[in-house]
């Protein structure tokens, strides 16, 4: 059974930092790229960043360069998201994904609230 779950959402206050996880099982994990995309309240999915499935290679949203960092643990079968200098609109649910050959998979996301 595939399984991808987010966790190290919650309160922070502007400024702050915070790390996300997302513990994937159920397929091969260093396989696939793998994808960090958020959803404010009212809005559609933005992507924030990605990372080959090596680790090599990442990619970034222009509002988060410099802030976020997307790594990965093959071994661990673990992604991370480590997220510096947060802002009110970075505020949303946090999503991992992963995608290879055409198959991709989900989480169900985690809330990060940035406010003072």
């Known amino acids: 059974q595939v399984q991808l779950v987010e966790s190290g959402g919650g309160l922070v206050q502007p400024g702050g930092s915070l790390r996300l996880s997302c513990a994937a099982s159920?397929?091969?994990?260093?396989?696939?790229?793998m994808t960090w995309v958020r959803q404010a309240p009212g809005k559609g999915l933005e992507w924030v960043a990605d990372i080959s499935n090596s680790g090599g290679m990442t990619n970034y949203l222009n509002s988060v360069k410099g802030r976020f960092t997307i790594s990965r643990d093959n071994a661990k079968n673990t992604l991370y998201l480590q997220m510096s200098n947060l802002k009110a609109e970075d505020t949303a649910v946090y999503l991992c994904g992963g995608y290879f050959l055409g198959r991709d998979y989900w989480g169900q996301g985690t809330q990060v609230t940035v406010s003072s």
């Open positions: 159920g397929f091969t994990f260093s396989n696939y790229v």
